[in-house]
Nanobody, 117 residues
Framework: VQLQASGGGLVQIGGSLRLSCAVSGFTLDYYAVGWFRQAPGKERERVSCIVSSIGATYYADSVKGRFAISSDNAKKMVYLQMNTLKPEDTGVHYC???????????WGQGTEVTVSS
């Protein structure tokens, strides 16, 4: 099982980025994929999660209405579209094989998002 996150970068306040998570070794039809982020000096937090098998999505309150998670099961990709970015969205973003970080067995390497003025 492998996950590879990409798409991070430096963006101005109010800008947009789309993160991608390429997965291998398991099928998205049966497993959830979550996006998590960790800002410098802060605890890791769950940002969003998708459970394709039941068509369910989850968003942290801080990103509702700004972020959208989606998956392309055939391409084995999970995306996180991030709009109206704020400085507090800054951090390393990871994708993982669960909606709960405590039980996620596999993690991608992380992609860094920096939102600045």
């Amino acid at each position: 099982v492998q996950l590879q996150a990409s798409g991070g970068g430096l963006v101005q306040i109010g800008g947009s980025l789309r993160l991608s998570c390429a997965v291998s070794g398991f099928t998205l039809d049966y497993y959830a994929v979550g996006w998590f982020r960790q800002a410098p000096g802060k605890e890791r937090e769950r940002v969003s999660c998708i459970v394709s098998s039941i068509g369910a999505t989850y968003y942290a309150d801080s990103v509702k209405g700004r972020f959208a998670i989606s998956s392309d099961n055939a391409k084995k990709m999970v995306y996180l579209q991030m709009n109206t970015l704020k400085p507090e969205d800054t951090g390393v973003h990871y994708c993982a094989t669960d909606c709960d970080a405590a039980t996620a067995d596999y993690w991608g390497q992380g992609t860094e998002v920096t939102v600045s003025s």
